[in-house]
């Protein structure tokens, strides 16, 4: 059975820092592709960054966010800088059963319950 928390969460100003953290349990970490998500109020779930053999981020978090994994702590981080009132959402890991990174939410297999991140001005 696979288990995803995420922790990390928080209000910041804008220009601060958070980091995000996802503990998976019954996966295999070097063989699963990793996602982070956010949800808007009123909006859809969109892509924000992924990690398998490589890393692939959203044009609007480039620059600003780095996802990374510790495959022997099956946790997956997303790092947030220089954060900004957009970027205010529930984030969600997610893991799928594959090794490719995809941007579509519906290709992820397992999701954790979200993180909520709030940015102020």
């Known amino acids: 059975q696979v288990h995803m928390a995420e922790s990390g969460g928080g209000s910041v100003q804008a220009g601060g820092s958070l980091r995000l953290s996802c503990a998976a349990s019954g996966l295999t970490f070097s063989r699963n592709a990793m996602g982070w998500f956010r949800q808007a109020p009123g909006k859809e779930r969109e892509f924000v960054a992924g990690?398998?053999?490589?890393?692939y981020y959203a044009d609007s978090v480039k620059g600003r966010f780095t996802i990374s994994k510790d495959n022997a702590k099956n946790t997956v981080y997303l790092q947030m800088n220089s954060l900004k009132p957009g970027d205010t959402a529930v984030y969600y890991c997610a893991a799928r059963e594959g090794s490719s990174i995809y941007t579509d939410a519906a290709r992820y297999d397992y999701w954790g319950q979200g993180a909520q991140v709030t940015v102020s001005s």
């Open positions: 990690i398998m053999w490589t890393t």
